[in-house]
């Protein structure tokens, strides 16, 4: 596990910070694939 600490802190390649997706909404896999169709 990472501390959000620890994540802000992560740089890329390229300088870029790791960014939290806050529209994220947690789905199951079950759910992806009816999507998918």
């Known amino acids: ?3 959000l600490k620890e994540l802000e802190e ?3 390649a ?3 910070g790791v960014q ?3 529209s994220f909404t ?3 896999l ?3 694939r ?3 169709k």
């Open 1 to 3: 596990m990472f501390s």
């Open 14 to 16: 390229l300088g870029l």
């Open 10 to 12: 992560i740089k890329g």
């Open 34 to 36: 009816k999507n998918l």
């Open 30 to 32: 079950e759910i992806v």
């Open 20 to 22: 939290r997706d806050t």
């Open 26 to 28: 947690p789905t199951t």
